[in-house]
């Protein structure tokens, strides 16, 4: 099982970027993949992005095209998210995920980090 663990939240500004990192250790993280969801206040949580355990192939939701960047490095096990033009509606908790197989829900997941837009 991984520990999956979230960082670089932090309150910014509308228009402002931010990289989340999300470092997963105790499994070898070059076979895993990994993925990005959040979830805003009331609201369930949604999928932003996930890339696949040799990066060789990554996709996004829909909504989330254009703004949002997922990456990974295997040399530090961890995964990123580039997230620019910032918007206050991108104000949720970002989760990380990482796992095999195609159901999110299996994989092992992380505490998440707040990210709060303000206009």
């Known amino acids: 099982?991984?520990?999956v663990v979230e960082s670089g939240g932090g309150v910014v500004q509308h228009g402002e970027s931010l990289?989340?990192?999300c470092s997963a250790s105790g499994v070898p993280f070059?076979?895993?993949?990994?993925?990005?969801?959040?979830?805003?206040?009331?609201?369930e949580r949604e999928f932003v992005a996930a890339i696949?355990?040799?990066g060789a192939s990554s996709h996004y939701a829909d909504s989330m095209k254009g703004r949002f960047t997922i990456s990974r490095d295997s040399g530090a096990s961890t995964a990123y998210l580039q997230?620019?033009?910032l918007k206050p509606?991108?104000?949720?908790?970002?989760y990380c995920?990482?796992?095999?197989?195609?159901?999110?829900?299996?994989w092992d997941w992380g505490q998440g980090t707040q990210v709060t837009v303000s206009s």
């Open 97 to 106: 995920a990482a796992g095999l197989g195609s159901d999110y829900d299996s």
């Open 30 to 43: 070059s076979t895993y993949a990994m993925a990005w969801f959040r979830q805003a206040p009331v609201k």
């Open 52 to 54: 696949s355990w040799s």
């Open 1 to 3: 099982q991984a520990r």
């Open 89 to 94: 509606e991108d104000t949720a908790v970002y």
């Open 83 to 85: 997230i620019n033009s």
């Open 19 to 21: 990289r989340l990192s």
